[in-house]
């Protein structure tokens, strides 16, 4: 089993910054694919970004590009996802996900993904 605990959710004005960071118990986390979603009231979870286990390739959904950036320590069994130039529309709980078979990588589903954090709230105010 492996546990996410994130953190570094809250409350942001358009155009500021956060940076969520992910922890992860067991052994075997360089392996894994680990992935941010996001959901919205009402709307299924997608795949904000992605990053490989030991090569570190990453995965950004378009309308992300060039504000959010992911990145991992392996030594310390965690991923962060620096957010910045937030806009409104970011506003959503974000959630931390392993993959330890790297499906997710190629389908960028999230049932891919076999294990979830509990979940942080981002919201950014106009």
């Known amino acids: 089993q492996v546990q996410l605990v994130e953190s570094g959710g809250g409350l942001v004005q358009a155009g500021g910054s956060l940076r969520l960071s992910c922890v992860a118990s067991g052994r075997t986390f360089s392996s894994y694919v680990m992935g941010w979603f996001r959901q919205y009231p009402g709307r299924e979870r997608e795949l904000v970004a992605a990053i490989t286990g030991s090569l570190f390739r990453t995965y950004y959904t378009d309308s992300v590009k060039g504000r959010f950036t992911i990145s991992r320590d392996n030594a310390k069994n965690t991923v962060y996802l620096q957010m910045n130039s937030l806009k409104p529309e970011d506003t959503a709980v974000y959630y931390c996900?392993?993959?330890?078979?790297?499906?997710?990588?190629?389908?960028?589903?999230?049932?891919?993904?076999?294990?979830w954090g509990q979940g942080t709230q981002v919201t950014v105010s106009s």
């Open positions: 996900a392993a993959d330890p078979g790297s499906r997710g990588w190629t389908s960028k589903r999230a049932e891919e993904y076999d294990y």
